[in-house]
């Protein structure tokens, strides 16, 4: 139930339509409903305005399927994130109506279109990162932002994400996705105005330790206005950008800051 579903519930207590009992059965739902093996917190979508998302792994597809499907019985557009090709396949097998990006592990169960607003750029370091990226730019394009990716312009090349610098200034919160040492948020942090959200990913060689070093890297950066979110979480950092972009297109900052109009300028000037 959201807030819509509420508000038509008690318009139609006042008006009459419905008796109290029988709405009273509908809210004893609230806030989450006991499936025995999962609490489904169908109170979610009104606190938070997106409905609770399923992370797969360590779920077993019998699991998922249920989770899905009570779900799916209130809302479009939900995210099952970490999910493989079987997983998929349950969950179709139980809804039908689904459709799975297999680069971002994502399936979304009853898919419906849903306007885009602001901008988040989706930076990341090498094509390695990308499964990482996409799992963020799906879910921030599903949660109703418009998502420009800007793939493979990591430090290794700086000309490269040099080249794609205006796209950065237009944005209103920077993804930032790096393996190996992660420099690159740090780079980035330095040349916006806007937030970035860093994302460490496990991709690297034995001294990474499966993306800690990028993680501690990006933890430590001296640019400022970056915050990390954990090893190969894309979805945090989609969701997160989602906040930031739709706080910034709310308050009406959607696109170019003056600042960051400034900071353009400037740079151009530099180069």
């Known amino acids: 139930m959201d807030s819509s579903d509420l508000k038509t519930l008690l318009e139609k207590v006042k008006t009459g339509q419905i008796d109290l009992d029988t709405a009273y059965h509908q809210l004893k739902k609230l806030p989450f409903e006991d499936l025995g093996y999962a609490k489904v917190d169908t109170h979610r979508c009104m606190r938070n305005g997106v409905p609770e998302v399923i992370y797969c792994e360590g779920k077993t597809i019998p699991q998922i ?36 990006h297999e680069m971002a592990r994502i399936v979304v169960t009853k898919p419906r279109p849903v306007k885009r607003v602001g901008n988040v750029a989706v930076v ?25 990716r800007l793939y493979d312009v990591g430090v290794a090349g700086i000309h490269r994400l040099l080249a794609v610098c205006d796209d950065l200034f237009r944005a209103n919160v920077a993804v930032v996705v790096a ?25 690297g060689y034995g001294a990474s330790f499966g993306g800690i070093a990028a993680l501690l890297a990006m933890l430590n950066s001296c640019a400022s206005g970056v915050s990390v979110v954990n090893i190969d979480n894309g979805f945090g950092a989609g969701y997160q ?20 109009k400034e900071t353009e300028q400037r740079f151009k000037v530099a180069k």
């Open 241 to 260: 950008s989602n906040l930031i972009n739709k706080i910034a297109v709310k308050g009406g900052m959607e696109g170019l800051t003056s600042d960051s």
């Open 179 to 203: 393996g190996m040492e992660g420099a690159l948020a740090s780079v980035v942090g330095g040349l916006v105005s806007c937030p970035v959200i860093a994302v460490p990913t496990s991709v």
């Open 65 to 100: 399927q249920g989770i899905a499907k009570n779900i799916a019985q209130h809302h479009c557009n939900i995210l099952a994130t970490r999910a493989s090709r079987e997983v998929f396949d349950g969950i179709r097998e139980a809804i039908g109506d689904c459709e799975y």
């Open 124 to 148: 990341c370091a090498g094509t390695s990162d990308i499964p990482v990226s996409e799992e963020a730019a799906i879910t921030a394009e599903v949660l109703g932002n418009q998502v420009n």
